[in-house]
């Protein structure tokens, strides 16, 4: 398979990470090639296809430019403190540079063991790689940054879960696959002249801008700080709960990583949880800003050393950068969520509007999604009694309407559906419907996967083929809860 990498993150320092090829797999088999995707990248997608480029996708049949290796890391995992994790079941093979210049980690999940495994066994099953396949092109239809699909391959093993199950392999593309937890593996070990290194890699790859700001570590958390602020707005906007969200599981390019334990939001409940071992709620849906803040903070702290001058200053000086990310993330939601009921900006009167809806919809158990889809279509036709309807509390729904209509004013709503219409998707990959396609991929039967995705791929457009994936879930297919991606 005839690809070149370029290797920028094997040309830093040895301690960064573990030299460690792929296990290929033992009957490697294609289930889904993301062609759109494999074209961006400038790769050959019909030589992807061959039984080299098939062998490659699912950890053998390397080409000669590759330099596969796993990511030393540390991370703090729901809060607690762990110095080492690094990529256990996760291989770089290396960089691709697209025909726009744009540099891309071309990344195996589920290819074996690495130095940094533990007592795990390097391996990924079947369904998780399908739901990070679904769910992580449903978030590019969206708009949303994310490391993307490029293929997903049986290994042809069988690994062993709660109970037997096939192994697969998840080839992934990222701008890059540096978390916050990289400056943290650094920091951890007092290790200055390789955080140097990482920040130096991290501005050139990511922010350039920086290396020109006065101080260039406050530059970089300021930009990191912004990216991720605007990341979780736009995940609130969509109702998307990571699930996650440990420091490991944050990127320093702002872009959405590690779909495990995810979902999207059906009825609405700020206090949505989704992993099943999260009982204290610290990643549920509105407790996501806090935590990006949280985990931004641990950022800022492994960027000390890198400040200048008298420590006491430059913690302060990190304080009042961090304290920037409070007041963009309030302005990043606030807009999403004004354009939600067609509004251009946000203001006061656009955020207790908001404010009010989103409180009746959590008290009316009303989905997420369907919501907000039907007001567009209401602002469409000039008819709002299908969102009303929505409602067990007409009269306060009715209210809401009432101020919302005076709010855009006379001929108002055209312009306001012409905004919503970009800012609510219909069709968001539905938690059981993940579910039933994973089932269905389980008995060999990929057509239900394949129609989610196409399915997913145009969110915002009516496509009366799909309607039906525009339904939230009927009583009995309610999921609630989804388990860690091992
Ligand atoms: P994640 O839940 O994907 O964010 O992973 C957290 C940590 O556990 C990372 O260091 C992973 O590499 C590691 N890990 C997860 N699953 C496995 C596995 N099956 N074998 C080895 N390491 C794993
Ligand atoms: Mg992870």
């Not at 396949?133 to 994310?146: C, D, N, Q, R």
């Not at 736009?234 to 998307?240: A, S």
Request: hydrophobic share 45%; with cysteine; net charge negative.
């Amino acid at each position: 398979m005839p690809i070149l990498f370029d290797n920028s993150y094997a040309r830093l320092p040895a301690r960064f990470y573990a030299l460690q090829p792929p296990e290929p797999a033992p009957a490697p088999a294609l289930l889904r090639l993301n062609e759109g995707l494999a074209e961006r990248l400038g790769l050959d997608t019909a030589a992807l296809r061959t039984p080299e480029g098939v062998a490659m996708l699912a950890g053998g049949a390397l080409p000669a430019s590759a330099q596969p290796l796993s990511m030393a890391y540390a991370g703090h995992q729901f809060g607690n403190w762990v110095p080492q994790l690094g990529d256990g079941r996760a291989v770089l093979l290396g960089e691709v540079v697209a025909p726009d210049g744009k540099r891309f980690d071309l990344h195996l999940k589920g290819a074996g063991r690495t130095p940094f495994s533990r007592g795990g066994d390097g391996k990924a099953a079947l369904g998780p790689v399908l739901r990070e396949y679904i769910v992580s092109e449903a978030m590019a239809a969206l708009g949303v940054p994310t490391t993307r699909a490029l293929a997903a391959s049986l290994t042809g093993e069988i690994i062993r879960r709660e109970t037997p199950e096939p192994g697969a392999v998840l080839a992934r593309v990222a701008a890059s696959h540096i978390r916050v937890g990289t400056f943290q593996y650094f920091y951890a070990r007092k290790d200055t002249e390789a955080l140097e290194a990482l920040m130096d890699h991290v501005i050139q790859r990511h922010y350039p801008g920086a290396s020109e700001a006065e101080v260039p570590a406050l530059a970089l958390l300021g930009a990191v700080a912004g990216r991720q602020a605007d990341l979780i707005a736009h995940w609130m906007q969509i109702g998307f709960i990571h699930g996650v969200m440990n420091t490991d599981n944050m990127t320093i390019s702002g872009e959405t990583i590690d779909y495990g334990p995810c979902a999207f939001m059906d009825t609405y409940n700020p206090a949505q949880v989704f992993s099943s071992i999260d009982h204290q709620g610290r990643y549920a849906f509105a407790n996501q800003p806090a935590i990006a803040h949280w985990n931004l903070a641990q950022l800022a702290q492994s960027l000390l050393p890198l400040l200048p001058g008298d420590p006491e200053k430059a913690a302060s000086q990190a304080q009042g950068v961090l304290d920037g990310f409070a007041p963009a993330f309030a302005s990043a939601y606030g807009a999403r969520f004004a354009a939600k009921i067609g509004l251009g900006q946000s203001s006061a009167q656009s955020r207790t509007m908001i404010e009010t809806l989103l409180d009746l919809m959590a008290k009316d158990k009303v989905d997420f999604t369907v919501a907000f889809s039907t007001l567009t279509r209401g602002a469409q036709s000039g008819d709002l009694s299908a969102f009303q309807g929505l409602f067990t509390s007409h009269l306060a729904a009715q209210a809401w309407v009432e101020i919302w209509q005076d709010a855009l004013g006379p001929g108002g709503m055209e312009k306001a559906a012409e905004i919503m219409r970009r800012a609510n998707p219909r069709i968001i990959p539905r938690n059981h419907r993940v579910e039933q396609a994973i089932k269905a991929a389980y008995d060999h039967d990929l057509q239900p996967f394949e129609t989610l995705i196409e399915a997913v791929k145009s969110p915002f457009q009516e496509q009366p083929e799909f309607t039906a994936y525009e339904a939230p879930p009927q009583p009995h297919e309610v999921i609630a809860a989804t388990f860690c991606g091992t």
